[in-house]
Nanobody
Framework: QVQLVESGGGLVQAGGSLRLSCAAS????????MGWFRQAPGKEREFVAA????????YYTDSVKGRFTISRDNAENTVYLQMNSLKTEDTAVYYC??????????????????WGQGTQVTVSS
């Protein structure tokens, strides 16, 4: 079982920045593929960013490329999402996701078995 706890959400003005963190349990975090997803009110949960087990590979949805950066610290069992130049359309609950024992870069929500509880990000105009 993997437990994920997100933090770092909040209220920020458009153009501002936030850094989300996701702390994971387990002794084999370095073998987990990790991802960030988000869900706005009335919309489906959508992919934001993914990172491979080693951190060598990353992938982003088009709408956040150049603004968001996913990274991980395997020594700290933590994955991050640095969000810059935030827009009102980035407002959503952000979820961290994990999949054990894979070297793949996973970009679909049904590829992940473990999810955090979510953290709210609100971007005001």
């Amino acid at each position: 079982q993997v437990q994920l706890v997100e933090s770092g959400g909040g209220l920020v003005q458009a153009g501002g920045s936030l850094r989300l963190s996701c702390a994971a349990s387990g002794r084999t975090f370095s073998s987990y593929a990790m991802g960030w997803f988000r869900q706005a009110p009335g919309k489906e949960r959508e992919f934001v960013a993914a990172i491979s087990w080693s951190g060598a590979r990353t992938y982003y949805t088009d709408s956040v490329k150049g603004r968001f950066t996913i990274s991980r610290d395997n020594a700290e069992n933590t994955v991050y999402l640095q969000m810059n130049s935030l827009k009102t359309e980035d407002t959503a609950v952000y979820y961290c996701a994990a999949q054990k024992l894979t070297t793949a870069l996973l970009t679909h929500r049904n590829e992940y078995d473990y999810w955090g509880q979510g953290t709210q990000v609100t971007v005001s105009s």
